[in-house]
């Protein structure tokens, strides 16, 4: 079965700092693979998309970035966080082609001080 | 530009009774509707989803309705139970989606 998992689960960063969000994927092969941000009293906002290793494409102009150097890893970055950036990052992949359905990670809890 | 909306915050319900979420999208594109179930700190699971190309789609005690010429569909609940207690978000797209803001349901005892 597939799973999916995404660390750290919570993290306390002042502005100005970098930052690593990892995610992998377990039991699939080349899945599409998302970053969505829940910021608060706010929905689910789709911040990075990839299809393959190397491949991402950004959705919202922002002070993030994100990175795929292997097929089932997906890492959501910044050099420098802004207050901003506060809010709850969830992990998700899909299976190519395949209409819809996204299997999401636990989350990470992320402030900004 | 939301193009998924849900207008409703918050629903409360007493258990046994219907619950009746709500949401409304603008683009006429969208072929795949899904709504999703989350608890605090954790990622939405998925519930259930709809075609472009239906109405109405079951399982067990949700159904979920789509009406294509008003941009809405909404899901029903029935009977709720406590444990269906989460936030519920509406969802649009083929690959990737778009999620609504989500409405908090509570179902009393």
């Known amino acids: 079965s597939q799973t999916i998992h995404q660390w750290p689960a919570t993290l306390v960063q002042p502005v100005g700092s970098p930052l690593s969000l990892e995610c992998t994927v377990e039991?699939?092969?080349?899945?599409?693979l998302y970053w969505y941000r829940q910021a608060a009293g706010r929905g689910l906002q789709l911040l990075f998309y990839?299809?393959?290793?190397?491949?991402i494409s950004s959705e919202v102009p922002q002070n993030l970035s994100a990175s795929r150097p292997q097929d089932r890893q997906f890492i959501l970055s910044s050099k420098k966080l802004l207050l901003s950036d506060s809010g709850f990052y969830l992990c998700?992949?899909?299976?190519?082609?395949?209409?819809?359905?996204?299997?999401f990670g636990e989350g990470s809890r992320l402030t900004v001080l | 530009d939301q193009q998924v909306k849900q207008n409703s915050p918050s629903l409360s319900v007493q258990e046994g009774r219907i619950s009746i979420l709500n949401c409304d999208y603008t683009?006429?594109?969208?072929?795949?509707f899904l709504w999703y179930k989350k608890y605090p700190a954790e990622g939405p699971t998925f519930l259930i989803s709809?075609?472009?190309?239906?109405d109405k789609n079951e399982d067990g005690r949700f159904t979920v309705f789509l009406n294509k010429s008003a941009k809405h569909l909404s899901l029903h609940i029935v009977p709720s139970q406590p444990g269906d207690s989460a936030v519920y978000f509406c969802?649009?797209?083929?690959?990737?989606?778009?999620f609504g803001t989500g409405t908090r349901l509570l179902v009393s005892p």
């Open positions: 998700a992949w899909s299976v190519p082609g395949a209409a819809g359905e996204l299997f």
């Open positions: 039991g699939t092969s080349n899945p599409n």
């Open positions: 990839s299809v393959g290793i190397g491949q």
């Open positions: 683009n006429s594109m969208f072929d795949y």
């Open positions: 709809i075609s472009s190309i239906k």
């Open positions: 969802a649009a797209g083929f690959q990737k989606l778009v």
